[in-house]
């Protein structure tokens, strides 16, 4: 019975030991190093750890869409990122997202090499980096070479159009980065269990320094058309600081073209056909 017990008391203590790690991210007196213009420098590459890209919520492991790549294919359990660990979805919403999961490798946008959208962008697994002014803040991000702009302290500045990254205005609260992020088109998802929005997105990011090396993640997600409530998910991102560390381009379009265009390509059959009709044609009458 002790054995049996165990492991059981280790995911206890784990996520005990999370807890605390969480609460203590969040009160932390840290103060960051500043910028030319007097704020919190957070210049550097970062990256988020965990399985939030595969599933928000807390989730089991389960094999992945290709047997043939038996465990390097299969998705790993982890522990949500969600306050509450329960998106509060309507009921057309749920169940929109439990058919975008039951076929997410043939809907989801990422397998396709799009832009991932905000805030998933900050929790896939790859670096991305951030350049500040006092005028604006990039994140360039590793992915399909997607950026952001974050135009600053310019809280009228409208969006002239959707765009896959949204608009993003933001301004400092003390030691917090905040953004606000509207205007984005609908067909981004949020990980990759099929959790998605409408084009009434609007997410609110709060990035704090709260070591050297980490910043704690918080994104507000306010969506009246497909949530009952906003919600909030947090997680901490760390700085890269391996030696002659740097973004690696990783234009995956080349990868995603068979998805993409597949359905174009003729079969051997098809295309004799086509050929034999077109000699036919050019053949004098």
Avoid at 274 to 285: A, D, N, T
Wanted: hydrophobic share 35%; net charge negative.
């Amino acid at each position: 019975m002790k054995i049996a017990f165990r492991p059981f008391l280790l995911i206890l203590g784990w996520q005990a030991s999370l807890s605390i790690h969480i609460v203590s991210a969040q009160s932390s007196d840290y103060l960051a190093p500043r910028d030319a213009w007097g704020n919190p420098n957070i210049n550097g590459i970062w990256q988020a750890m965990g399985t939030a890209h595969w599933d928000l919520e807390t989730h089991e492991s389960r094999a992945g869409p290709m047997w043939q790549l038996g465990a390097i294919g299969a998705i790993p359990g982890g522990v949500g990122v969600v306050e509450g660990d329960e998106i509060p979805y309507t009921t057309a919403g749920l169940a929109k997202k439990q058919e975008n999961q039951a076929n997410w490798l043939e809907l989801d946008p990422v397998v396709r090499c799009y832009m991932p959208g905000i805030p998933r962008a900050n929790y896939m697994p790859y670096p991305f980096q951030i350049f500040q002014t006092d005028q604006n803040i990039l994140f360039a991000y590793q992915f399909a070479s997607s950026t952001r702009n974050v135009f600053m302290n310019r809280p009228d500045y409208e969006a002239p159009i959707l765009t896959v990254m949204g608009h993003n205005l933001g301004h400092w609260e003390g030691e917090t980065l905040v953004i606000a992020t509207t205007d984005q088109y609908d067909w981004t998802w949020l990980d990759h269990s099929g959790n998605h929005h409408s084009e009434a997105l609007k997410v609110t990011e709060r990035l704090t320094p709260v070591g050297p090396n980490t910043i704690w993640y918080e994104a507000t997600i306010d969506d009246p058309d497909v949530y009952t409530r906003p919600w909030t998910i947090s997680l901490p991102l760390y700085r890269r600081i391996d030696r002659d560390m740097r973004l690696v381009e990783y234009k995956c379009q080349e990868y995603s073209e068979e998805i993409l265009y597949g359905y174009l390509r003729q079969d051997e059959e098809t295309a004799s056909a086509l050929e034999q009709k077109r000699q036919e044609q050019e053949q004098p009458q």
